[in-house]
């Protein structure tokens, strides 16, 4: 994948299919790294066991914890009690 170096907001819906688009979660980042993670192998400077660490550690840690509380926008959208 190449950098892009110019502004891609004004750019056609076909222009913007072109380019691959970043995870909109951590969960989608932590299964694309979980597939491809070859890169961080090279020259032996991760080892396969701390990448599955890791993955695991940021699903457990953060993302699941994150993930089954609600968000406080939540909370005051349906919960928040108002006088009259």
Wanted: net charge negative; glycine share 2%.
């Amino acid at each position: 994948m190449a950098c892009i170096f110019t502004n891609i907001f004004p750019w056609s819906d076909e222009q913007l299919a072109t380019i691959q688009k970043l995870p909109n979660s951590m969960k989608v980042a932590m299964d694309a790294l979980l597939e491809d993670h070859d890169f961080l192998l090279v020259g032996e400077v991760f080892s396969e066991e701390l990448i599955q660490q890791w993955i695991n550690y940021k699903l457990e840690a953060e993302y699941y914890q994150v993930r089954n509380r609600p968000h406080p926008y939540e909370v005051s959208l349906y919960l928040d009690v108002k006088n009259p």
